[in-house]
Nanobody
Framework: QVQLLESGGGLVQAGGSLRLSCAAS????????MGWFRQAPGKEREFVAA???????IYADSMKGRFTISRDNAKNTIYLQMNSLKPEDTAVYYC????????????????WGQGTQVTVSS
């Protein structure tokens, strides 16, 4: 199994920046595609960004140009750099992993972290 632990969430003012981290256990980290998802109160969990085993990345349209996903296989860690944050970005952010290729679909991911809260004030 892959165990995931998110960190880096917190309170930030609109227009500010935040970097989330997700530490993964195991030596098979490099064989997984990784993703970030978020869920606001009363809403469905939605795709934010994903990164493949070779570093290719994809983003939801609303995040493109503001968020950047990256991975450091030597540290078994992925990151989500969030810039120009808006109040509507407020949500619990989840790290997820799946075998083989990256996906934008929540149901395709096999492993999930516990989530980290991001709150953007106006």
């Amino acid at each position: 199994q892959v165990q995931l632990l998110e960190s880096g969430g917190g309170l930030v003012q609109a227009g500010g920046s935040l970097r989330l981290s997700c530490a993964a256990s195991g030596r098979t980290f490099s064989s997984y595609a990784m993703g970030w998802f978020r869920q606001a109160p009363g809403k469905e969990r939605e795709f934010v960004a994903a990164i493949g085993r070779s570093g290719g990345d994809i983003y939801a349209d609303s995040m493109k140009g503001r968020f950047t996903i990256s991975r450091d296989n030597a540290k078994n860690t992925i990151y989500l750099q969030m810039n120009s944050l808006k109040p509507e970005d407020t949500a619990v952010y989840y790290c997820a992993a799946k075998s083989l290729i990256a996906s934008t679909m929540v149901t395709r991911y096999e492993y999930w972290g516990q989530g980290t809260q991001v709150t953007v004030s106006s």
